[in-house]
């Protein structure tokens, strides 16, 4: 198998595609799985006793899946006529699949020892679950799962065209960049203005916008840990909401909303024209713990008012041409990391900004951040 298609699939990284044969001789694709979360039990061979095990623990738990819409499936290395007469000899309520080595080998799963992804609507994997016993692998699954969304179904009359995205990046990894803020040096963050004649401006208006802001530039080297899991788990997301190619981002912003009120009033992300080649604006939740403050949610008020704010790790992406605004933070410091991502075009657009701000700095006429 060509390396380039191996991957250790793990939280937050969208599963590939998988396409076998059920011990009930039907189709399984996850294609048809997409809409419906789903418990994957993941083994390479028939007969352990740690996948009956598994299989007779998930089966006895399928009924509260069932009833949170989460399937369960076992995806299995041997052929399907030994899936079958395996299928036959044990019963369960799993639904599985044989024949299915390569798509194992393409998600990592390494020795016989099975394993427990969890996977959610949107077929981006939600947990994985490996080693320690049966019952210890079943209470973290089980766990997992119960976080997943189950938001009950209701009428939508203003939606706003905005992504969450959970499982961007992990708490460790939040944790990591929150403290990268406190280590400094971090800066008031300005709004982005031109003068009379067109040029690019820097100013502190805290009645507009209060934050303060730790800076990764492209050659940061967290900048370049973090890129890398952004453009994997968000640039096919986008394609495929909004059919757009994005293949750049901005610089990074660690962001603090401080709980005195840290607030961005009314604004879109492609203005002044300077910035025009933005496309999608990305702001992920690094406060860990979700009672950690209070407020500052985002709205897009062109659409109604609707305040939207997602777990840690998870990101809100939507155009940069829609009008939104975070609201007072009332209680506790909101960490947020915040870029941008824009197409080839915008790339070029992007270097050609660099310049300009760059000259307008050497001529003392902008404070560069």
């Given at each position: 198998?060509n390396e380039?298609?191996?991957?250790?699939l793990?939280a937050?990284?969208r599963?590939?595609v998988c396409?076998?044969?059920?011990a009930?001789?039907?189709l399984y694709?996850?294609?048809e799985?997409?809409?419906r979360?789903v418990v994957?039990?993941?083994a390479?061979k028939?007969?352990?006793?740690?996948?009956?095990a598994?299989?007779?623990e998930?089966s006895?738990r399928a009924?509260e899946?069932?009833?949170?819409?989460?399937d369960?499936?076992?995806?299995?290395?041997?052929?399907v006529?030994d899936v079958?007469?395996f299928n036959?000899?044990?019963p369960?309520?799993?639904i599985l699949v044989?024949?299915?080595?390569?798509?194992?080998?393409r998600i990592g799963?390494?020795?016989?020892a099975?394993?427990v992804?969890?996977?959610d609507?949107?077929?981006?994997?939600?947990?994985?679950?490996a080693?320690?016993?049966?019952?210890?692998?079943l209470?973290?699954a089980?766990?997992?799962?119960?976080?997943?969304p189950?938001?009950?179904?209701?009428d939508?009359c203003?939606?706003a065209?905005?992504l969450?995205?959970?499982?961007l990046?992990?708490?460790?990894?939040c944790r990591e960049?929150?403290e990268?803020?406190h280590?400094g040096?971090s800066?008031?963050?300005?709004v982005l203005?031109?003068?009379?004649e067109?040029r690019?401006?820097?100013?502190?208006d805290?009645?507009y916008k209060k934050?303060?802001?730790f800076?990764?530039e492209?050659?940061?080297?967290?900048?370049l840990?973090?890129?890398?899991?952004?453009?994997?788990?968000c640039v096919?997301?986008?394609?495929r909401?909004?059919q757009?190619?994005?293949s750049h981002?901005d610089?990074f912003?660690?962001?603090c909303?401080?709980?005195d009120?840290?607030?961005?009033?009314?604004h879109r992300?492609?203005r002044?024209?300077?910035?025009?080649?933005?496309?999608f604006a990305l702001?992920i939740?690094l406060?860990?713990s979700?009672?950690?403050y209070?407020?500052?949610?985002l709205r897009?008020p062109?659409f109604s008012?609707?305040?939207?704010r997602?777990?840690t790790g998870a990101?809100?992406?939507?155009?940069?041409a829609?009008?939104?605004?975070?609201?007072?933070?009332?209680?506790?410091?909101r960490?947020?990391?915040?870029t941008h991502?824009?197409?080839e075009e915008?790339?070029?657009?992007?270097?050609?900004?660099r310049q300009?701000m760059?000259?307008e700095a050497a001529?003392g006429?902008l404070?560069?951040a």
């Amino acid at each position: 198998m060509n390396e380039d298609h191996r991957l250790r699939l793990s939280a937050g990284d969208r599963a590939p595609v998988c396409l076998g044969i059920t011990a009930t001789g039907a189709l399984y694709a996850s294609e048809e799985q997409a809409g419906r979360a789903v418990v994957l039990i993941l083994a390479r061979k028939l007969a352990t006793p740690a996948l009956i095990a598994l299989l007779a623990e998930f089966s006895a738990r399928a009924a509260e899946l069932c009833a949170r819409d989460i399937d369960l499936v076992a995806l299995i290395g041997a052929d399907v006529d030994d899936v079958f007469e395996f299928n036959f000899r044990h019963p369960s309520q799993a639904i599985l699949v044989g024949s299915l080595n390569d798509f194992l080998d393409r998600i990592g799963l390494e020795g016989e020892a099975p394993e427990v992804l969890i996977l959610d609507r949107n077929q981006r994997a939600a947990a994985r679950i490996a080693g320690g016993d049966i019952s210890s692998m079943l209470a973290a699954a089980m766990a997992a799962a119960s976080r997943l969304p189950n938001e009950a179904p209701r009428d939508v009359c203003t939606p706003a065209p905005v992504l969450l995205l959970p499982n961007l990046i992990d708490p460790d990894l939040c944790r990591e960049l929150i403290e990268l803020h406190h280590a400094g040096p971090s800066f008031d963050s300005p709004v982005l203005t031109t003068d009379a004649e067109g040029r690019p401006r820097h100013k502190l208006d805290y009645a507009y916008k209060k934050r303060r802001d730790f800076l990764l530039e492209r050659d940061h080297p967290m900048y370049l840990r973090v890129n890398d899991i952004i453009m994997r788990r968000c640039v096919s997301e986008i394609k495929r909401a909004f059919q757009v190619e994005v293949s750049h981002t901005d610089r990074f912003l660690i962001a603090c909303y401080p709980g005195d009120g840290g607030h961005f009033r009314r604004h879109r992300d492609n203005r002044p024209a300077i910035v025009a080649f933005r496309r999608f604006a990305l702001s992920i939740n690094l406060t860990v713990s979700a009672e950690g403050y209070e407020g500052g949610f985002l709205r897009l008020p062109e659409f109604s008012s609707h305040n939207y704010r997602c777990p840690t790790g998870a990101g809100l992406l939507f155009s940069v041409a829609l009008l939104h605004e975070i609201t007072p933070v009332l209680r506790g410091d909101r960490y947020v990391l915040v870029t941008h991502l824009h197409d080839e075009e915008g790339e070029a657009q992007w270097l050609a900004m660099r310049q300009t701000m760059a000259g307008e700095a050497a001529r003392g006429s902008l404070v560069m951040a």
